[in-house]
Structures are given as C-alpha cells and as structure tokens.
C-alpha cells in the first residue's frame, strides 16, 4: 500500500509540474501575441499618421502648383509664394526620410557603405518614391517660379494617387474591408450635373 501511495505521490507531482509548466507555457505565448499585436496596431497607427501628413503636404503642393500658375512665367515668386513653398519643399523632404523609418531600401548586397548611411544603401521602395516626387515638384517651382502649364499640378495629383493606393497595400489587413454592397459611384466633377 506504501509503494501505491509513493507511486501516485510522484506521478501527481510530476503531473502538476507539468500542467503547471504547460499553463505558464500557454500565458507567455498569450502575452507574446498580444504583445507583437500591439506593435503592430502602434506601427499602423505612426504609419497612418505619417501618411496623412504625407498627403496633406502632396495635396499643397498640388495647390501651390496651381495657384502660382497664375502669376508671370519666368518671374520670381511672390514672397510668400516662396516662404511657403520652401516650408512645403523641407516638409516634403524630411517626409521622404520619415518614410525610411516605415521602409527600409532594398538591399541589393550585404556591403556597409563606408560613410555609415546604410540607411541609403539599396533601392528605394516606391511607395517613398510618390514622396520623393513631392519633394521634386516643390524645389522645381522654388528654383523655376510659376509654371507655363498644369503638368506640375497633375504630376502632384497621380503622385498623391500612387502614394494612396501604395500605402493602403502597406496597411493592407488593418484596413476595414467594406462590403460590396457599400461602393459609391462616379461623381462628376461639375457640382451643377449632380443629382438634386
């Protein structure tokens, strides 16, 4: 009776061990999940907000594209013209190496650059590409003045349409799926020509 008692004695214990080892096993790969799901909704949450700003500069600098069409080709630009222009040419700027933050250069080789900018070694990826070309147009029209043509304002335009469509590739299952039944239709761009 003595050895059944030791035996169950020591089965039981080794039995709470390793339930007890399983259930700590399960709590840590619970707060681990937990964990890389909360670093995933802040990262999506900095990357929406860097989008927005990323936006928001595109979409002003497609404004200015089109305001100071309006002055004399091949003349300086009114002062605040320029001041604003290079506020929005350093935004842009600095939005493209906010961006590297999000997305690093493909690596096209395992070599250190010797000056230690590994971080603009590679090729850029081309949602940072959009921001780039942000960044082009402002210094264009700080350097140039006043364009002869809409070409800079539809540049900023499909640019700011890339930007968006990349972007939303990025974030891609953290956004809300709509149903079908949700999708809008085709606005005309005439307010007059809209439904009353």
């Known amino acids: 009776m003595h050895q059944v008692l030791e035996f169950a004695t020591h089965h039981t214990s080794q039995g709470l061990s390793l339930a007890t080892t399983l259930t700590a096993g399960l ?7 937990t964990t ?4 995933a909704r802040k ?11 990323v ?4 979409s002003e600098i497609e404004t200015q594209a089109a305001e100071i069409r309006a002055g004399e080709v091949g003349q300086p630009l009114p002062a605040k013209g320029r001041e604003t222009l290079l506020d929005l040419k350093s935004r842009s700027s ?27 070694k590679g090729t850029r990826v081309a949602v940072l590409d959009e921001v780039v070309r942000a960044f082009m147009v402002a210094r264009h ?12 304002r539809e540049q900023m335009r499909r640019a700011r349409r890339r930007f968006v469509t990349h972007l ?16 809008g239709e085709s606005v005309p761009r005439d307010p007059y020509q809209w439904e009353r």
């Open 27 to 33: 709590f840590t790969l619970f707060a681990w999940l």
């Open 36 to 39: 890389q799901r909360d670093k």
């Open 43 to 53: 990262r999506d949450h900095e990357l929406f907000d860097w989008g927005c700003d």
């Open 55 to 58: 936006i928001r500069t595109m």
């Open 94 to 120: 600095a939005l493209v190496d906010q961006g590297r933050l999000f997305f690093p250069n493909v690596k096209q080789s395992r070599r250190q650059r010797a000056d230690g900018t590994a971080a603009f």
């Open 141 to 152: 029209l700080c350097d140039h003045g006043p364009p002869q043509d809409e070409v800079l």
């Open 168 to 183: 939303q590739r990025e974030m891609g299952r953290s956004l809300r799926r709509p149903p079908v039944d949700a999708a």
